[in-house]
Every structure is written in C-alpha cells, then in structure tokens.
C-alpha cells in the first residue's frame, strides 16, 4: 500500500496544480487482506508498466514490481473520474 500510495503522491499530485485527494481502504476478510486506493489525479494503470515490469534493469518501476510480486490479484479501474486500484494480498 505505501508504495502505491507514494507513487500516487509522487507522480500524481505534482503532475498539475489541481488540488488531489487520495483514499485508502484496508479490508481484512477470510485471510486476505484486500487494499484500496482510488485517487482523482490524471488516469493511471500501473498494468501499463507491464513492459518494464519484465525489464533487465532491477531499479525501473521497482515499487510497482514489488507491488506484483506481492499480490494475488491486481485490479485497475477507472470510474467517473477516480483511479481505482484493488490489490488483493
């Protein structure tokens, strides 16, 4: 959650001079804990790093690797606006 939660600040927040919100839901159920973020800055898929995801270089996009290495099940949305990241671990 920290990393996507830095990434969203880091790259998001700054890309415009709109005002941000980001909100974050931890729902612990069955075992698993299923993680929310879903922010109102410019569209973002983190899927969309696929490729540099299979990279060589260990360092690119590293806090996404870590992310989906980690998790069972990634899902991205965007609806009416909000990026929308479900991330099941």
Known sequence: ME???????EHGFT???????????VIAIDGKLILRLRDNCAEFDPSSRASAMKSDDAGKNIGIKLVYNIAETVDYQNLLGMNVLTITV
Do not use: G, K, L, P
């Open 15 to 25: 890309r415009d001079s709109r005002s941000h919100s980001i909100d974050i839901r």
């Open 3 to 9: 990393e996507m939660a830095a990434n969203i600040v």
